[in-house]
C-alpha cells in the first residue's frame, strides 16, 4: 500500500489531483525534483537488484541466476520477435535495461509517494508526459541513428521514399505520430492509475458521517486497484519495448 508523508495542513485530505512539485532552476533550466529522485532512487534499485542477481554466477545456476537468466531470456524474446535475423543481437541489452526502468518507474509510486509542504516529492516518473516523451524521443533516435549505421546515410534517406517517392510526406509524419503515441500511451495509463489511486485515498480518508466504514471501503478499493496497477505497469513497459524494437527494426532491417 502507498505510504504518503503528509505536512502538518495537510491532515483533512491526503492528496490532491492538482499535485505541485519542488523545482530547481540550473543554469536557466528548471527540473522537477519530485522526477529526479524518483528516476535516481529507480535507477539504484535497478542496479542494485541486477548486481545481487549477477553476483557469483555458475555453470549450474542457483535460485538468483536464474531469475535473472529469466528476465534476459524474456527481453530478449522480445527483440527477437522484432528483429528475427542477426540484426537483434545487438540490442539484447537495450530491451533489457529499457524494459527493468520503465517497469520500475511505472511501479514505485504505487508503494511510495512522498507529499510535504503542500508538494509532491515522490511519485512515478512515468506519469509525467515529459518523462515518456523523453523516453520515446531516445527510443526513435537510437533508430534513426542504427538505420544509418546499418544501411549507410544513402539508404536511411531511401527508406523515406520507399514505396514510392510521392509518400516520403506520409512517412515522416508516420515519424511524428510514432513519437506521441509511444510517449502518451506510457503516460495516459500511468497517469490514469494514479490518480484514481489518490481518489480512493481521498475516500478512505474522507472521514465525514461514514467514519470507520469509508476508510475499510477505501482501504479494500485501494487494495484491489494496486494490483490492478500493477499489472497495468507491467504490460505498458512490455508493450514500450516491444514498440520500441519494432520501430527500430522498422529502420534496420532488410525488407
Known sequence: MAVNFLAPNCGKEVNSVN???????LFGLRFNLANCIAILVSAILIFALVFWLSRKPAIRPGKKQNVLEYMIDFTNGIVK????????NRFGLLAFVLFL????????GLFLQIDAGGKTWFRSPTADPIITMTLAMTVLLLSHYFAVVFTGFKGYMK??????AFLAPINILEEFTNFVTLAMRLYGNIFAGEVLLLLIRSLAFSGGSMGWLSFIAGFLMEMVWQGFSVFIGSIQAYVFVTLGMVYISHKVVPE
Open 101 to 108: 526502468f520503465v517497469f520500475v518507474n511505472n511501479q514505485i
Open 159 to 164: 527508406g523515406f521514399v520507399s514505396p514510392l
Open 81 to 88: 520477435g522484432a528483429m528475427p535475423g542477426p540484426e537483434g
Open 19 to 25: 499535485e505541485s512539485y519542488p523545482y530547481l532552476v
